[in-house]
């Protein structure tokens, strides 16, 4: 766009460096974290003045931080086990519905992700109780999967709207039942969009607080429940340990991702 | 097993206010390669779906054989369907596509192998069995569809415009490989196009279809020659429609009256030329193209009527030329002019 | 066979139509019937909770003990300065951000693009912390400022109004940027160049070519900024330290140290109302917007 007005260069630096300003707001955060993680001090210090592992080492050595740990991924694991085929059979009912019929069933799907969270969390915790689910991972499980379906119907909603139909028909037409027609031809040629669907549903659990924090305890409380209450207390570098594992995580799936949608 | 007719009875379709079908009934011979030919919106695709089952009808009846089919699950009906953009399977190999139908029938995976094996080899395939479907060229992909859709010995064939993709040259020698193929296997065919040369070219029988009904239903010849209706005159090809009254009957020809059907190319510029008695009509010239092997006219006649002429190139007409507004007569033979059965010229 | 009426099949078509479509709506059932019971039943238990009382009748003292509490007030003010200030500045940081990445190469971009989008898809909590570290006393921030020499005493960033708000800001900026650079994207290059060779300079052209175009993005990103922060929780959790309360922190306070479920219910339905009517309203005002012509 830029190209049209090449002699405004004072435009361009000033565009420049404000643009590198705000990229430098988004990533310091998560960036900052990375070096206090290898602190060797209990103080919150920038520049470390001494380097060790203790805080990976408190991380991993902790009974408490390792069952959250283990809670939460396997949470994460149900909840895109649990929501993404449910998403993806919605979204092949709304494709073959159609009209209105289709964008109420989208409309009643994406409910979860603009109601407020504290509000999910409240009214869960109330219909957990009565079902005397609180505390259990079902429970948490629930919460959780109701926010990754709205994510994962967006996600899967345009692939399987692009989805040539023929293609089923085709199939069918060869002998195959819907199932059979489904599995054998639709999954397989959408396979990107259900990891994508799948990975978000995973991450949208992973780190999923508010409903955690209200109807999760005990065994099956989770990293970021755990995290939450750290942090209130006192600031514990734990967390840039933990917030670093993360980051790196992230780090690689969305470099991952950047080189696959390169062509 | 020979392959068994197809007929309809009274099949229905509407959508919302739109009759895609109006109550359509027709037989299909055993062994017959029968053409829906029709504009777009005349509902030939949609009686097609409506035989293949992705289509359900309001009501009809369906039979392939003596079952009726028109409440049975397409898996069910054992119909072989070549698609419009062919529908491969892009994540499987031009072999997995043509053993797909034959897995599905449980057939042992050495035996499947060999029989889609065979069928490529009848399209012409050999040597592509590995390759991937979007490495394939138009006619490769044109092949491996037919092949798929045969491989399962289908009670009967049906194909969508499967040649609308391909270029000219392609698309003639396709017509003729199908059509090869067709009668080899001696199988019941119903194929859809708005190509009229494609219908003449290959079918043993014409359905006409416009506004959800088959208009006319006959062999090419008839069809060509003499179309039933105002719209089978015009669809297939430059036809000149106008009343009996406009032309005049010469020598030993009969008086005419309703509305007649001539076609461009059969008439002549010079009375001997035409091939026999027949009617003249005067005009003088509206418009003229050069074609190659023609000449194509425009003749302004009585009233705000055009004609539209044919006349062979390389005769007289290429030395003589022709201006704007120059007078002609045009002459045709009894035996080209055909009575249409339908209504007084409106 | 002749004596066949026109409906043959009929009966037995429309029986099949309908036991397709019921198959096609029995695919949503797992989604409705999880959406249902883990979001649609929790919120009508908020409702009914909000409406009644210790022995089940019906009352509205909930509400108007709520009305009537200045705390109500104030904890909405304070989530309207939030919101409101989150969504202007992501405004003034997110749409010249969103111009760059649509003026570089798409190769350019999609690797800036990553440093936008690793943010989004960390944790908020890992976030939050980051900004701890930057923001306390003897923070990062701090630190520099006196030891520059610029400030004696350590500026309070954070456990307040303006550590929230940053936190807020860094939490929506990217889900900001997003729509708003596709839209930008989406403009065509020709017409900015016509807008050149006829003379409008830059800032002109960003101001009256750019911007309206890409309105629909900014728009639709800035909708979702505004509704999205009316309940947050976190942030204001961790990063206000107690001292400020927007609504959603009054609503868990009224449970955890009150123990009022009835009040907090009714709090709950109070939020849930003020999304709804903002959300339509903004969407409103957008579309309202975008269906003027431009005027300059």
Redesign the interface.
């Known amino acids: 766009m830029l190209d049209a007005y090449p002699e405004s260069r004072l435009a361009h630096a000033l565009l420049w460096s404000f643009g590198a300003l705000v990229l430098a707001f988004l990533i310091l955060p998560t960036l900052i974290v990375v070096p206090i993680s290898f602190s060797g001090s209990d103080m919150l210090e920038f520049p470390p003045r001494s380097l060790s592992l203790r805080w990976y080492a408190s991380f991993f050595g902790s009974a408490d931080w390792m069952a959250a740990l283990r809670t939460s991924l396997i949470l994460a694991g149900l909840t895109a086990i649990v929501s993404v085929p449910a998403a993806f059979l919605a979204c092949v009912a709304m494709d073959r519905l159609g009209g209105r019929l289709a964008s109420g069933i989208y409309t009643f799907a994406v409910i979860p992700s603009v109601v407020p969270g504290i509000l999910l969390a409240i009214g869960l915790f109330f219909v957990l109780a009565k079902l005397r689910l609180l505390g259990t991972l079902g429970g948490v499980l629930l919460g959780h999967v109701v926010l990754a379906i709205p994510v994962a119907v967006v996600v899967l909603y345009p692939a399987v709207r692009r989805f040539d139909w023929v293609q089923l028909q085709a199939a069918r037409s060869l002998g195959a039942g819907w199932g059979g027609g489904i599995v054998g031809i639709m999954l397989p040629q959408m396979v990107l969009s259900l990891v994508s669907a799948a990975l978000m549903a995973f991450l949208s659990s992973l780190d999923e607080a508010v409903i955690s924090i209200f109807v999760s305890s005990g065994a099956n409380t989770t990293l970021p429940k755990l995290m939450f209450i750290s942090l209130r207390d006192q600031i514990d570098p734990t967390i840039a340990a933990i917030s670093t594992l993360w980051t790196g995580l992230v780090v690689a799936v969305v470099l991952l991702f950047a080189a696959r949608q390169r062509p | 097993m020979a392959s068994p007719r197809i007929a309809l ?2 099949v ?1 379709k509407v959508y919302g206010r739109h009759v895609a079908l109006d ?1 359509v009934s027709v037989d299909v011979r055993p062994g017959e390669f029968l053409t829906l030919l029709g504009p777009s919106g005349s509902g030939k695709t949609t009686l097609l779906m409506a035989i ?3 289509v ?6 369906i039979r392939i054989g003596e079952a ?1 089919v ?2 049975l ?3 069910k ?5 070549v ?1 419009q ?1 062919y ?5 499987m190999s031009v072999l997995g596509n043509v053993e ?2 034959l897995l ?2 449980r057939l042992p995976r050495a035996e499947a192998r060999e029989r889609a094996r065979a069928a490529l080899a009848r399209t012409q395939l050999e040597g592509y069995e590995a390759r991937d479907i979007a490495a394939l060229s138009g006619g490769q992909r044109q092949r491996v569809a037919l092949a ?1 859709a045969v491989v ?1 010995e289908p009670r009967v064939l049906l194909m969508d415009e499967p040649l609308s993709a391909l270029d000219k040259n392609l698309r003639e020698q396709m017509q003729f490989e199908i059509r090869k193929l067709q009668q080899d296997l001696a199988i019941t065919t119903i194929y859809v196009t708005h190509d009229q040369r494609e219908a003449l070219t290959m079918s043993d029988r014409i359905a006409v279809m416009n506004g959800g009904r088959i208009e006319q239903l006959d062999a090419p010849q008839p069809v060509y020659q003499r179309p039933r209706t105002r719209f089978v005159a015009n669809f297939m090809g430059e036809s000149n429609i106008m009343p009996a009254a406009l032309v005049e009957p010469l020598g030993s020809a009969p008086p005419l009256d309703g509305t007649l059907v001539i076609r461009a190319e059969n008439f002549a510029l010079e009375r001997d030329a035409a091939g026999g008695d027949g009617i003249a009509i005067k005009g003088r010239v509206a418009a003229y193209a050069f074609r190659g092997e023609t000449w194509h006219l425009r003749l302004k006649v009585e009233g705000e009527r055009e004609l539209l002429l044919s006349i062979p190139s390389g005769k007289s007409l290429d030395q003589a030329g022709i201006t704007i507004g120059q007078q002609l007569t045009a002459y045709a033979a009894a035996r080209h002019i055909h009575r249409l059965d339908g209504g007084p010229e409106p | 066979m002749t004596a066949m009426t026109a409906t043959v099949n009929a009966a037995g078509l429309r029986r099949d139509a309908a036991t397709e479509r019921r198959f096609f709506l029995s695919l949503a059932l797992p989604s409705l019937v999880i959406v249902g019971i883990g979001a649609i039943l929790p919120l009508f238990w908020i409702l009914q909770q909000s409406l009644a009382t210790a022995r089940g009748d019906i009352t509205l003292v909930n509400y108007t003990a709520l009305l009537t509490n200045g705390l109500t007030w104030r904890s909405l003010l304070v989530t309207l300065e939030l919101s409101g200030g989150t969504l202007l500045c992501c405004l003034v940081l997110g749409i010249p951000l969103a111009f760059l990445l649509a003026s570089t190469s798409p190769r350019t971009a999609s690797r800036l693009m990553v440093l936008v989008l690793l943010p989004l898809w960390t944790s908020i909590l890992v976030r939050t912390y980051g900004w701890l570290v930057i923001l306390r006393r003897d923070g990062l921030i701090n630190d520099l400022l006196v030891g520059s020499g610029l400030v004696s005493e350590p500026v309070p960033l954070v456990y307040n109004f303006t550590g929230t708000l940053i936190g807020m800001v860094h939490y929506m900026l990217p889900i900001f940027v997003l729509p708003t650079y596709a839209a930008m994207r989406d403009i065509d290059g020709n017409v900015i160049r016509a807008a050149a060779s006829m003379g409008a300079s830059l800032w002109h052209c960003f101001r009256t070519v750019i911007l309206p175009l890409a309105f629909g993005g900014i728009a639709s990103g800035s909708v979702i900024v505004f509704v999205y922060t009316l309940g947050f929780f976190i942030t204001p959790a961790i990063l206000g330290g107690g001292r400020i309360s927007p609504i959603a922190i009054r609503i868990d306070r009224t449970l955890s140290t009150l123990q009022d479920w009835g009040g907090a219910a009714a709090f709950g339905v109070f939020l849930l109302l003020i999304v709804a009517v903002l959300g339509v309203t903004a969407l409103g005002a957008a579309r309202l917007i975008r269906s003027k012509p431009a005027a300059d």
């Open positions: 009875e009274r229905r109550d293949a089952g992705f359900r009808p309001e009501a009809g009846l009726d028109t409440r699950p397409v898996n009906r054992d119909i072989g369907i698609f953009n529908a491969l399977f892009p994540h797909y139908p599905l029938r798929r399962f």
